[in-house]
């Protein structure tokens, strides 16, 4: 499981132009679901994700999480984060999970972050969708967090 996480000053997601959910300072997780990823690679994502010390603290350091900074996340179903372009001018997806699996674990990561920060806190887009992203990246600081398998 792979997660390209932004620190944000805002960010939202629309569907066909009607938004769906917005966030303020937080996180907009892009999570990506591969082939063999269990409920434990969710768990294990979403715990890293919320603890990630990517917020910058009084000195300018990135010392906080989304957590210490009472932010919140936005988190987009990403399946073409498996998307291998070795070969070809076209990615294959054949890494990426299942849509049925996909759906499961996003929803089992989704649960886990909103355990960890709040489920006020997490918000999210709609899985399989064609969605919108608009963000303003902060810093910007963009990161890749991958599960142990």
């Known amino acids: 499981m792979r997660a390209l996480i932004q620190r944000v000053t805002s960010a939202s997601v629309s569907v066909e132009k009607q938004l769906i ?14 082939n063999g990823d269990t409920k ?6 979403a715990y890293r994700s919320a603890h990630l010390r990517f917020f910058n ?10 957590k210490d900074v009472n932010g919140s ?3 987009i179903s990403q399946f073409t984060l ?27 990561f989704v649960d886990k972050l ?3 920060i709040g489920s006020d806190k997490v918000k999210k887009g709609i899985f399989r969708a064609m969605m919108e992203i608009q963000l303003v990246n902060d810093g ?5 967090v991958e599960s142990k398998t």
């Open 21 to 34: 959910n917005e966030i303020g300072k937080g996180m907009l997780i892009f999570l990506g679901v591969k």
């Open 40 to 45: 434990d690679d969710a768990e294990y994502l």
């Open 82 to 108: 498996y998307g291998d372009t070795r070969k070809g001018h076209r990615p294959s997806y054949t890494d990426a999970a299942s849509p049925e699996t996909a759906n499961e674990l996003y929803e089992n």
């Open 140 to 144: 910007p600081v963009t990161l890749i």
């Open 57 to 66: 603290d009084e000195n300018g350091k990135m010392n906080l999480s989304v």
């Open 73 to 75: 996340a936005l988190v």
């Open 114 to 116: 909103s355990l960890e």
